[in-house]
């Protein structure tokens, strides 16, 4: 069973920064390797969006709104995929889920539980 458990949410003035980690379990080295693992965001009474995405070959897509801000990164080594974020604004306040696709057989798709950002101004 694949788990994905993010972390580093929290409450931060615009203009800071934070970093939310998400860590997976349940999977081999060989597997998450070649799973796109990604960041998705949804706020309240929104439906939930594409914030990051990085393909196993280190190819990386940013929502319009988070480009120049947020860098996605993965260490597949430590099973982790990571989103930096600077530059924040109260706009980039939501849950945050991590996000992995799995291709293995017929793509699979795993959600992490979410961890909660809030951008005051």
């Known amino acids: 069973q694949v788990q994905l458990v993010e972390s580093g949410g929290d409450l931060v003035q615009a203009g800071g920064s934070l970093r939310l980690s998400c860590a997976a379990s349940?999977?081999?080295?060989?597997?998450?390797?070649?799973?796109?693992l990604g960041w998705y965001r949804q706020a309240p009474g929104k439906q939930r969006e594409l914030v990051a995405r990085?393909?196993?070959?280190?190819?990386?897509d940013y929502a319009d709104s988070v480009k120049g801000r947020f860098t996605i990164s993965r260490d597949n080594a430590k099973y982790t995929v990571t989103l930096q974020m600077n530059s924040l604004k109260p706009e980039d306040t939501a849950d945050y889920y991590c996000n992995a696709e799995v291709p293995t057989g017929q793509m699979r798709v795993y959600w992490g539980q979410g961890t909660q950002v809030t951008v005051s101004s």
């Open positions: 349940g999977i081999s080295r060989s597997i998450i390797s070649i799973s796109a």
């Open positions: 990085i393909t196993s070959r280190g190819t990386t």
